[in-house]
């Protein structure tokens, strides 16, 4: 039998980690020379069974006599010639901590392990392993002689340890001990998943990296203000609020049915989060950058449309969800990035996924070049793909050139043919405000051969004259393959797109399980969408974004000057500097809960360690009067905490807004075009 064979019959090796494993490396084969377990299961695995399966009082010596004995019994670790031919003698039930004795001292694989458990800090928890195995994991088959014990009349047993269950475990434990196995009963096992999910969570708690969400909702009458979950209401106003709407409902129903309970406990919660009572808080960290959730017109046309065909969308795009609005949406973001042909996706991470595992997995031997700052999304789509990617430090265009250049020196070197190359990188990083040199990226790109796909997701809407992003305003559309983007953000509403050439993206569509296998997003929401699209591609866009502009240099400037640490960055996204996570946390728990400001805490994993930050987003409907008040409580705050202010003289030209009159009879003819009743699919 080989040794990977005889690992397995082994119940301390087959408990022990691939790790451990692997550093023993040669040393196990020496180890198993030396113990008469392994050295009978790897010579004759049968009879070495057999032989130990056998009462001790009628054991037969299946080779050699007492008077002309095996020379190999002289090495015996367990110094017992009867063991080795059949006999077991080891004391009955002993103590928990006798029996890791004994264990150690006759096993010399668990004697390894217990050896390194001494140089480290989780010595308590590996030998608690040590008898949780013996407990639990030595059947009679494995051939373990100390795992056996024998009673008065000469049978054999298990030897039975009883052993308190240990602590949870470290995750770089190199023992895998089984200490979230639980005993379902006498003779069964079940892992135990609730007390291992349980000690991951708490070890995020301990490391403050554990996600806490606020509850808030945002109010489309006043905003950036919202509301966070307030109390229940005087109960007479709700029943007011109960019976004017049961009223409502009995005279619109002929059979005058009842309000059913799950109804009226939803009206309540939306009472109570209208009562003009209930503490307002002004958000400074959506990405509803042009508050365009709440325009009144984008809020018709999802009104009539879910009169018109409901909120839902019936299906995939394949079966029964593919409705004229999807076809015009696409349309419309296609001539948005002035590219052939787009196609929507139910969030851009699912677009951005989804798409670039799909071209990583059609191009024949692709390699990928992704950005160090790119978003989850992106690196999973890479790494969902299976291809080689190469990771060229944040904005470094002369990195990113020096491994395309490699890679194109070796496909010379060896006479292949050029492998397809995709470059993947973000236009602006949404955690730090960066912005990538677009045109330089695509240059170099291109000229090693390499498609080029950007993720537009902060920028469209928000940048260029029709809003279509970074590579619109820095003119350099044309140089772009590929463009990913979402709905979610300046749009104000949900969902995602990539847009390029399109044979590219009928292959997206037509293999991408992120697209095909998912139900589309509904009639509502994307006819939503369409119109806040050709709203910002406009006039109104225009000044939207003009506004948002002088309002980030505005609260950039008096951060600064307040002495706060603002980190700089040329986009619209104001980080503040807090450098602790925990620090972090509190200090935007304290700011939502005591001054009505909510500003999210941004922690590791989504930024590193040392770079914790709060994240700002001024909008062009926040006014003086906001920032006059922002400036101040962070300031109370920061003194509150004993966090230093570092004062700083840099300041940023502000932009001067751009007024531009609506186009009112343009918007209105857009807005019955858009929710006239279409009962079949384009």
């Known amino acids: ?215 808030i909702n945002r109010l489309a009458s006043s905003h950036p203000a919202a509301m ?173 050139e020096e491994l395309l250049a490699a890679d194109c020196e070796e496909e010379y070197r060896r006479g292949i043919a050029p492998r397809p190359k995709v470059v993947v990188f973000e236009s602006v990083y949404s955690m730090t405000g960066d912005v990538c040199p677009v045109g330089e990226i695509c240059d170099v790109s291109h000229q090693y051969g390499a498609l080029t796909f950007i993720d537009e997701v902060h920028a469209v809407g928000l940048y260029g004259e029709t809003g279509a992003g970074i590579a619109e305003r820095d003119n350099f559309v044309d140089k772009v393959d590929i463009v990913s983007g979402t709905l979610g953000k300046a749009f104000g509403v949900v969902g995602g797109y990539i847009a390029g050439p399109q044979s590219l993206v009928d292959a997206v569509r037509n293999e991408a399980p992120g697209f095909i296998f998912t139900t589309s997003l509904p009639p509502a929401t994307v006819a939503a969408a369409l119109v806040s699209v050709r709203l910002l591609r406009g006039a109104e866009g225009r000044d939207l974004r003009s506004r948002q502009q002088a309002s980030v240099a505005t609260v950039r400037n008096r951060l600064l000057a307040a002495g706060l640490p603002v980190m700089e960055c040329p986009s619209h996204i104001v980080p503040v500097h807090v450098g602790n996570a925990a620090l972090c946390t509190k200090i935007s728990t304290d700011l939502l809960d005591n001054y009505g400001i909510y500003i999210q805490a941004i922690n590791p994993p989504t930024v590193p360690v040392g770079q914790e930050l709060l994240r700002l987003t001024p909008g062009p409907h926040h006014t003086d009067e906001m920032v006059d008040e922002l400036i101040d409580c962070l300031l109370q705050v920061w003194r509150k905490h004993d966090v230093p202010l570092a004062h700083s003289k840099k300041t940023l030209v502000a932009c001067a807004p751009v007024m531009e009159t609506g186009r009112v009879e343009q918007q209105q003819q857009q807005l019955a075009e858009l929710c006239a009743p279409v009962y079949a699919t384009a």
């Open 228 to 400: 966070s979950y307030c109390g229940s209401l005087a109960r007479s106003a709700v029943d007011d609020v109960l019976l004017s709407f049961s009223a409502g409902m009995e005279s619109s129903k002929e059979d005058g049915r009842e309000l059913p309970s799950e109804v009226a406990d939803l009206l309540v919660d939306i009472v109570a989060f209208s009562n003009a009572a209930a503490k307002k808080k002004t958000v400074w960290c959506s990405n509803d950058y042009l508050g365009m959730s709440r325009h009144p017109i984008v809020k018709e046309v999802a009104q009539r449309v879910i009169d018109c065909h409901g909120v839902g969308a019936g299906g995939t795009r394949n079966i029964s969800g593919n409705g004229r609005y999807h076809n015009l949406l696409e349309r419309e973001l296609a001539a948005l990035h002035s590219k052939e042909q787009a196609l929507l996706f139910t969030s851009c991470f699912v677009a951005n996924e989804s798409s670039l595992s799909t071209i990583g997995k059609w191009l024949p031997d692709c390699i990928f070049y992704s950005d160090a700052g790119n978003h989850a999304s992106m690196i999973h789509g890479v790494r969902n793909s299976r291809c080689p990617k190469r990771v060229f430090h944040h904005n470094d265009v002369n990195h990113l």
């Open 1 to 215: 039998m080989s040794m990977s064979g005889g690992i397995a019959k082994c119940p301390f090796l087959s408990r022990t980690s691939k790790s451990f494993l692997q550093s023993a490396g040669g040393s196990l084969k020496s180890y198993a020379e030396q113990c008469p377990v392994m050295r009978n299961v790897l010579s004759c695995p049968v009879r070495a069974a057999s032989t130990l399966a056998a009462p001790a009082s009628t054991a037969s010596v299946s080779e050699g006599t007492s008077e002309d004995p095996d020379p190999s019994l002289s090495r015996c670790p367990l110094n017992c010639k009867d063991v080795c031919r059949g006999h077991v003698e080891v004391p009955k039930r002993p103590a928990a901590d006798a029996a890791v004795e004994h264990v150690k001292a006759k096993c010399p694989f668990a004697s390894a392990i217990l050896s390194v458990a001494k140089t480290t800090k989780n010595a308590q928890r590996v030998t608690d392993a040590v008898k949780v195995a013996a407990n639990k994991f030595m059947p009679l088959q494995l051939g373990c002689p100390f795992l056996l014990s024998q009673d008065d009349s000469g049978s054999i047993e298990l030897l039975h340890i009883d052993v308190p269950r240990p602590l949870v475990p470290p995750p770089d434990l190199l023992w895998k001990s089984g200490d979230f196995y639980k005993t379902a009963d006498e003779t069964s096992e079940s892992f135990d998943y609730q007390r291992f999910f349980e000690a991951k969570v708490e070890e995020k708690k301990a490391k403050n990296v554990y996600r806490e969400f606020k509850t």
